[in-house]
């Protein structure tokens, strides 16, 4: 992994019983959105299980500009759908990777 390279991680929480239409919202907008980003290399999203109204997006970027400048691919009706599921504003931030562990074998 290249030193220049940042993460994002981001976690948004749906209002009560919303969380099954937060999940659907981030798989079929947000992730499609984030994948054709120029910069995006790599996303994963995920629920948590102790709080299913609460997910994670885990992204990788050749630059924080880049993953700034991935907003464009959403469109601002989306955007406000969105804000409609939300229990409280989006939470993200900035991380650059110390050590990465890759396991080798199969459990």
Same mark, same amino acid.
């Given at each position: 992994? @290249? %030193?220049?390279?940042?993460?994002?991680?981001?976690?948004?929480?749906? $209002?009560?019983?919303?969380?099954? =239409?937060?999940?659907? /919202?981030?798989?079929?907008?947000?992730?499609?959105?984030? $994948?054709?980003? =120029?910069?995006? *290399? @790599?996303?994963? *999203?995920? #629920?948590? $299980? @102790?709080?299913?109204?609460?997910?994670? !997006? !885990?992204?990788?970027?050749? @630059?924080?500009?880049?993953? $700034?400048?991935?907003?464009?691919? !959403?469109?601002?009706?989306?955007? &406000? #759908?969105?804000?409609?599921? *939300?229990?409280? %504003?989006?939470?993200?931030? +900035? +991380?650059?990777?110390?050590?990465? /562990? &890759?396991?080798?074998?199969?459990?």
């Amino acid at each position: 992994m @290249s %030193a220049t390279t940042i993460k994002r991680i981001g976690t948004m929480t749906a $209002q009560p019983d919303k969380g099954d =239409e937060l999940a659907a /919202f981030a798989r079929e907008i947000i992730m499609p959105a984030l $994948q054709m980003a =120029e910069g995006c *290399l @790599s996303c994963e *999203l995920l #629920r948590s $299980q @102790s709080d299913p109204n609460t997910i994670m !997006i !885990i992204e990788h970027w050749t @630059s924080e500009a880049h993953h $700034q400048a991935s907003v464009k691919h !959403i469109r601002p009706e989306d955007i &406000q #759908r969105v804000m409609g599921l *939300l229990a409280g %504003a989006p939470a993200g931030d +900035y +991380y650059h990777s110390l050590t990465l /562990f &890759q396991a080798d074998h199969a459990e």
